[in-house]
């Protein structure tokens, strides 16, 4: 698998997520002096691995772009202080208010009733779709819904894993033909948190 930008990726989404993007207030010089040192720093650590690349940054719209000058992968992030988005050659990330499934998102893997969506991310190898939500139903609850609707629609269950304590988890893994799909559920206070997988085995 070709290398794109796991570097890369690492220090802008950091610097994205630490920085009052979005704030719609009015961009000082200051902002861009800030601006011009922080794309300077990310192409001068690309050079060190080899990479040449060219960084757009913009607080004040809350975006950044990374270009590769040979084509190798490209990286864009945008944020509003309430959701973020990035998107790669290699697939995409939406977190926060935007997390929505894409229209690829397959039919035949349901998402949880009810549950707010936190992250939904999918990866163009082997077709990887991962949601991350949560609920305020019980683990219990969460699995005897996938075990009963992942059956009806045509998976095998593969393996089931409970996990009881102060960190109560179960894990349901199952397959269908060359897919699998896992289900995650854990205890957080009052919320479950719910992480779907699925994607070619």
């Known amino acids: 698998m070709k290398r794109t930008f796991n570097w890369t990726i690492a220090v802008a989404l950091a610097i994205v997520v630490a920085l009052p993007l979005g704030c719609g207030c009015r961009q000082k010089a200051a902002d861009k002096i800030a601006e011009k040192a922080i794309e300077k720093a990310i192409e001068s650590d690309a050079k060190k691995d080899g990479k040449d690349v060219d960084v757009k940054m913009d607080m004040k719209g809350g975006s950044m772009s990374i270009k590769s000058k040979d084509g190798s992968g490209n990286v864009d992030m945008k944020t509003d202080g309430q ?5 790669t050659q290699d697939g995409t990330v939406v977190s926060g208010d935007a997390a929505k499934l894409p229209d690829t998102f397959p039919k035949d893997v349901p998402v949880y009733p009810g549950a707010k969506l936190a992250v939904v991310s999918t990866m163009t190898q082997n077709e990887m779709f991962n949601v991350n939500m949560t609920s305020t139903d019980t683990i ?3 699995a005897l819904y996938y075990k ?6 045509g998976w095998t269950e593969a393996q089931s894993m409970m996990q009881g304590g102060d960190q109560p988890m179960q894990m349901l893994n199952y397959t269908k033909q060359d897919r699998m799909a896992m289900v995650t559920a854990s205890r957080d206070g009052d919320k479950t948190t719910i992480t779907l997988m699925t994607g070619k085995n």
Not at 83 to 87: P, Q
Not at 148 to 153: D, F, G, S
């Open 83 to 87: 959701s973020f988005t990035m998107k």
């Open 140 to 142: 219990e609850n969460v």
């Open 148 to 153: 009963k609707e992942l059956v009806a629609k």
